[in-house]
């Protein structure tokens, strides 16, 4: 069935070092990927997002890639700030019929002052 | 903040009781998607909503059900409560039309069945 596979679990980095968190989805009919940041106590925010005719997504200091063939797409945050720790979880869905999201487990992201 | 509404935010049932979540969309959205998410996982599709109507269903029994009024706004209902059932309850609202497929989270009501 339709998977998506999260890595790592836990990530720590220091202050102003760079963060990498990766993902791969099961589903080839899968063309929308959307990472969501979640705080404690809070619902998933959207942080960025990409569909499956772009390669490549950035936004101040994030930035999302995607390679279709190996079904592969992370998320990359430089600078990292405290501010940055929290819960992310990347997800994929289709844009077409019901738009579920299927989610991974999730990466939390310690950012060491 | 995303606009999306839940309520209430916290809740305790017994084994067995029946319990309803509330959502309120995001102005301009006609699309409400509900997820359970369990402590330490990501979240998972309940269903979703579209125009009053189911719109697609997750792996969940029937005792999961839900409503959309006309203002879009959106009820779960969950019946025969079992403990498993604890989890953080997820409404996401999306405004579905051409090629858009974001989806706003609420802050989620959690639920602790006992």
């Known amino acids: 069935g339709e998977n998506v596979e999260q890595h790592p679990s836990t990530l720590s980095v220091q202050e102003g070092d760079s963060a990498v968190i990766k993902c791969t989805y099961s589903?080839?009919?899968?063309?929308?990927f959307p990472w969501y940041k979640q705080e404690l106590g809070k619902g998933p925010q959207l942080i960025i997002d990409?569909?499956?005719?772009?390669g490549e997504k950035k936004d101040q200091r994030i930035a999302v890639t995607l390679n279709k063939t190996a079904k592969h797409f992370s998320l990359h945050i430089t600078e990292t700030q405290p501010e940055d720790s929290a819960v992310y979880f990347c997800?994929?869905?289709?844009?077409?019929?019901?738009?579920?999201?299927?989610f991974g487990t999730g990466t939390r992201l310690k950012v060491l002052a | 903040e995303t606009g999306v509404t839940q309520s209430p935010t916290h809740l305790i049932k017994t084994r067995g009781q029946q319990v309803t979540l509330r959502c309120s969309s995001q102005?301009?959205?006609?699309?409400v998607s509900w997820y359970q998410q369990a402590l330490g996982q990501g979240p998972q599709f309940i269903f979703q909503?579209?125009?009053?109507?189911?719109?697609g269903r997750g792996n969940f029994p029937p005792r999961f059900s839900g409503l959309q009024f006309p203002n879009y706004s959106s009820e779960l209902n969950v019946n025969a409560l079992e403990l498993d059932d604890s989890a953080l309850y997820l409404c996401a609202s999306s405004p579905i039309g051409g090629t858009n497929t974001e989806a706003f989270f609420g802050q989620g009501t959690r639920l602790t069945v006992v």
């Open positions: 589903d080839s009919a899968s063309n929308y």
């Open positions: 990409i569909r499956s005719n772009v």
């Open positions: 102005s301009g959205h006609n699309t």
């Open positions: 997800a994929a869905s289709k844009i077409a019929g019901t738009y579920k999201y299927i």
């Open positions: 909503y579209y125009r009053e109507e189911e719109n």
